[in-house]
Every structure is written in C-alpha cells, then in structure tokens.
C-alpha cells in the first residue's frame, strides 16, 4: 500500500525537521524597483528621514537578479546562517544609523504612537535574532561574529528603549483587526460557495459568540511559533488561538471537554516497520469535530514598554485561518495523501480544509487602511519564513537552487500552499494545537501527551505569552543591557 521509496524520503524530512525546507515555498511580495521606490517612504515622506533610512537598511535586501526585496515584509530577511548585518559593511552601517539615531535624539522625530511602535518590534526582532545561534561559514570567523554582535546590541537595545511607549500608550494603541473588520474589505463570515474568498470573522473576539478563545493551563499557546531552541525561530509575539464549531459555543465548550477526556494514546501502532511514519498511525478513536469547523491564530506583537517590561498588545501581525471542508476517517491512505506529495490523492486531501492569511502591512497601518491587514493573494509567494526551519540565506547563497528558474521563484514559495504541509492531517490529526505538533515524527513524539486546551479569556493567554519571554535568554540580556 506504501510506496516505501517515497516514505522513507519523507521519513528523513520528517525526521530531520527538513519536511518544510523540502516542500516549503513561502514567498513575501516581489515589487517593481518603481513600487519599491514609493514604499520607500514608510515612516516620513522624505526617503532619507533617518527612520526610513535605519529601516531600510535592515529591511531591504537585493537578490541576485537586481531587485529590493523585504521591504515591508513582516519579519526582516534574515536567517540563521544570514551575514546581512553581520559582516562589516552592513553591520557598520547599521551600527553608524543607529547612533545618529541616539545622538540626534531620533526617538523624537516622530512621535505617532504607531509608527513608534512598529519600529520598536521591528528592532526587537532583530535583536531577538542577534542574540540567537548563528550558523556562519568560514568566510565569517567566530571573532568577527562577537564582534559584529558586540557593536550592534547595545546601540540596538538603547534604540528599543527610547523608542518604548508607556503602558498607557500601548493599551491605548487602536486595535487594527477591528479596524480591519469594520474597513468592509473583507467578507466577515466564511462562504463555503466560495471557499477561497480571504474573510476576517467579524464576531471572532464577542465573548458569547460563536469563537471560543483557548489556553493552555501549563504554557502559552503555539509553542512551536515561538520556540527558539536552536532553530530560526525569533518571533516576539503572543499568539491567540480560536475554535468554531458549527453548532456554536456551547458545541465548541462541549467538544473541547471530550477532546480533555481522552486518555488513550495519540498514536497507535499500525505495523512493523522501519519509520514511525509507516509504523504508526493517528489514533482513529480521539473525538472529532463536523465539517464546517474553523479554527484561527492570531499573532500579535509583543512590545518592551516603559519602564522595561514585555507587554501584549492589539496590534495584530497575522491571521490565519483554516475552514474544514471535508473530514475524511484516519486511515493509512488518508495519512499517506497528506505525507506523500504529487500524487492525485495529496491534491485531493489539499481540497479537504481551505486555507487563509493575512499579514500585517506597515504601509497600509500607516495610511490608516483596512487596519494595515491585508490578505495574502492564491499565489503569492514569499522566502521561508523563520518558523519554517530554514537556516540559509537566499540572497546570500546564490549555489541554491537550479538556476533555470529567476531567482523570486526558485527561492520563494506560494504560502498558501505551504500550509499543507504542517496540516494535511484527516480533521483533528491536522489540529496541531492539540496534537503537540514537533515539526517531526521519531519514536520520542509517538509518545507525546496531547496539549490540553480549555475555554480562556484573551487576556489570560497573553499573560502566557508575557510569562514565556521573560523566561527566554535574549530577553534576560536585553534586560540587563537596558539596566547597565
Ligand atoms: C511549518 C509548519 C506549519 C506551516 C507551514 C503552517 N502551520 Fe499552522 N500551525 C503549525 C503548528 C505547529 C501549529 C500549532 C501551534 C504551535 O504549536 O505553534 C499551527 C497552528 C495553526 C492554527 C491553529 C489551529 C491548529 O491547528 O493548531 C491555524 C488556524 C493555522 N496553523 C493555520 C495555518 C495556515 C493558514 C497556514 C498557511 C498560511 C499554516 N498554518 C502553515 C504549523 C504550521
């Protein structure tokens, strides 16, 4: 029944945490130098206000073919193996804008709550990334790296600081997905007729709606979003996570209690063979949900206020949304489809849920449109994202790839396809939130105890959130830099 050839490749992607570098194709927007030019003016119509010029230089980075990339995408184009900001000449840039910044008081140039607030994540972004693991090659020595990261974060840190808002500030920010949903862009409800219409839910956040807001008691929510144990992940944001059943709250509470009850195993032992994926199988008894249901996460920034502490905020970074349109039973076939790709039934299971994004934009929050959301078009494509366990630098590493193919496809992947690959489970099996996804499959994670998750008010999962990044190592040496 399994053509083993095929398994055992997708063993080893599993296996080696590789599966979303092997299929993952997720792409930020590919610009005209002309549209980029108009971009340009982010924080101030003057292109070389120093903000615009600190942002860009982190921000933007041209690829083989000549292009500027990244300018307003939502995470800077950096990975674990990048050397942008890092070897000497844009790292001595950096650096050199950053004390402008510091010495001309540049936290007093503008004074948009908003604008300060979207510069500040995005620094701390970079720093979070800074005080990562960094794989270098030999062209970059280990004394050059400590160099590089001793020049940069304390100048980085400074900047952070002085641009913190006040607790007040912060909790007065607006809340740009209401924003979002009362703009009219978007449908507000999702249309099976049309299942690839983007809608933003417009009743997602009404306390006795139809959403319920879930938590875990034990952590916070989407723990792999924001893991930072050794992979390319740097994200500084609280994540809330909401269930729909079709039948409404009272349905969803009911389900989630079922889904608590269930003490067997996750995984059960199907066969004999050599690799988990062939061996063992979801367990085909833990309770299900109907056809129709929906489930969102939603990624919102963090910010370090003043005086220094992380705290949540409304700003809403991403939405992503995924409507189960199909529920097909947990079998060996089924798993297969959602494993084994380029097959009839994998195009098949890709029709089983329908799935959406939208993305922060900072031009369009700026403008004040659609509450700077946008949503992320059928191909549009983007570079690996930090989540997706990639480590290389596209624009750094021109070996990659075959080069029968310019450089914005061959290193950027349509991202609405790339959510199969972490969701191509039958119903509940693709829930990963529950399923305590590891982004591979060993004996160890057959093991795994499910998440259990329970009806939690918004503010509890942020404090979570908060909770979980005053526990991490670059928060303790931001801290501490801003104490010295
Ligand atoms: C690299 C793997 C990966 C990709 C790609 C991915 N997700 Fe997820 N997703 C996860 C994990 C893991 C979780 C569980 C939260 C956690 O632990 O971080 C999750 C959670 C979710 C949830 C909350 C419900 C649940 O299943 O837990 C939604 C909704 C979601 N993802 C939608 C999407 C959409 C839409 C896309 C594509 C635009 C996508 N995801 C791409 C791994 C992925």
Redesign the pocket.
């Known amino acids: 029944m399994y053509h083993s050839r095929t398994l055992r490749q997708v063993a080893f992607c599993l296996a080696a945490g590789a599966?979303?570098i092997c299929f993952?194709t997720?792409l930020g927007r590919t610009e005209s130098p002309a549209k980029i030019a108009s971009d340009r003016l982010l924080y101030h119509t003057d292109p070389e206000h120093l903000w615009n010029r600190l942002h860009d230089a982190i921000f933007v980075r041209v690829g083989p073919d000549g292009r500027a990339y990244g300018h307003d995408r939502l995470e800077p184009l950096l990975w674990r193996k990048s050397k942008h900001l890092i070897e000497a000449p844009s790292n001595k840039r950096t650096v050199s804008l950053l004390e402008e910044f510091l010495n001309n008081k540049g936290e007093k140039l503008i004074d948009d709550p908003l604008k300060r607030a979207m510069l500040q994540r995005d620094l701390w972004l970079v720093f979070t990334w800074l005080e990562g693991d960094h794989w270098l090659d030999n062209e970059v020595k280990e004394e050059e790296l400590r160099a590089a990261r001793e020049r940069l974060r304390l100048p980085l840190a400074t900047v952070i600081s002085r641009l913190a808002l006040t607790r007040d500030q912060i909790e007065r920010l607006p809340d740009n997905y209401a924003a979002a949903v009362a703009s009219g862009e978007f449908a507000k409800q999702f249309d099976p007729k049309h299942p690839d219409t983007p809608y933003l839910p417009a009743d997602l956040f009404d306390t006795d709606g139809p959403w319920v807001c879930l938590g875990r008691p034990d952590g916070p929510?989407?723990?792999?979003?924001?893991?930072d144990d050794g992979t390319n992940v740097f994200t500084n944001s609280a994540?809330l996570?909401f269930?729909r059943l079709p039948a409404g709250r009272a349905a969803t509470v009911d389900y989630l209690q079922r889904l608590r009850a269930f003490d067997q195993p996750l995984w059960i032992e199907v066969g004999n063979a050599k690799y988990p994926v062939e061996k063992y199988l979801p367990n085909p008894k833990i309770p299900t949900f109907p056809v129709g249901t929906e489930?969102?996460?939603l990624r919102r920034a963090l910010l370090v206020a003043s005086p220094t502490a992380p705290i949540a905020t409304a700003l809403t970074e991403s939405v992503?949304?995924?409507v189960y349109r199909e529920i097909p039973e947990i079998t060996a076939p089924t798993i297969t489809a959602g494993l084994v790709s380029g097959t009839a039934d994998s195009r098949r299971a890709q029709s089983w849920q329908s799935?959406?994004?939208f993305q922060l934009s900072r031009s369009l929050l700026f403008a004040g449109r659609a509450g700077g959301l946008r949503a992320?078009g059928p191909k549009e494509r983007d570079f690996p994202?930090p989540?997706?366990?990639s480590y290389r630098d596209e624009f750094e590493d021109h070996e990659s790839g075959s080069n029968d193919q310019p450089f914005s496809e061959r290193s950027q992947h349509p991202?609405?396809e790339?959510?199969?690959?972490?969701?191509s489970f039958p119903g509940i099996a693709?829930?990963?939130?529950?399923?305590?996804?590891r982004?591979h499959l060993d004996e160890s994670n057959i093991g795994a105890q499910p998440f259990s998750l329970f009806e939690m008010s918004v503010s509890k999962v942020e404090d979570a959130a908060v909770k979980s990044k005053e526990g991490r190592p670059h928060w303790t040496s931001l801290r501490k830099l801003l104490a010295e």
Do not use: G, K
């Open positions: 599966a979303f993952f997720s929510i989407a723990p792999t979003h924001l893991r994540f996570l269930l489930v969102a996460l992503q949304l995924r799935f959406h994004e992320i994202i989540f997706a366990l991202i609405l790339t959510c199969f690959v972490c969701h693709s829930f990963n939130s529950y399923f305590n996804f982004m």
